[in-house]
């Protein structure tokens, strides 16, 4: 019902910058919140970065100074800034949608394509 398209993933050298788009389409209900997930190789799916309906954010230690996550509410977009980028930081990044139907009491939740940021000199 939900799709989500994910873009800017890229290479990049260490202390570079990169922006992830994620753009929301289809049967869309009330959001509840927007956030960026990453998966490195051989390594469990971690949460980096969040954004609720009230506009507040939550991230994870790992990026807290160098990340920030933001969100367009015209375009169901939300947004991840990363900068100040470490090797660290490789991974296949996913967008990911929590939608509450408040008519039918039904919480959603859907995952976008992931999009690979690479960090390499």
């Known amino acids: 019902q939900v799709q989500l398209v994910e873009s800017g993933g890229g290479l990049v050298q260490p202390g570079g910058s990169l922006r992830l788009s994620c753009a929301a389409s289809g049967s869309i209900f009330s959001i509840v919140a927007m956030g960026w997930y990453r998966q490195a190789p051989g390594k469990q799916r971690d949460l980096v970065a969040v954004i609720t309906s009230g506009g507040g954010t939550n991230y994870a230690d790992s990026v807290k100074g160098r990340f920030t996550i933001s969100r367009d509410n015209a375009k169901n977009t939300v947004y991840l800034q990363m900068n100040s980028l470490k090797p660290e930081d490789t991974a296949v990044y996913y967008c990911?949608?929590?939608?509450?139907?408040?008519?039918?009491?039904?919480?959603?939740?859907?995952w976008g394509q992931g999009t690979q940021v690479t960090v390499s000199s």
């Open positions: 990911n949608v929590g939608l509450y139907d408040y008519s039918n009491s039904v919480k959603y939740n859907y």
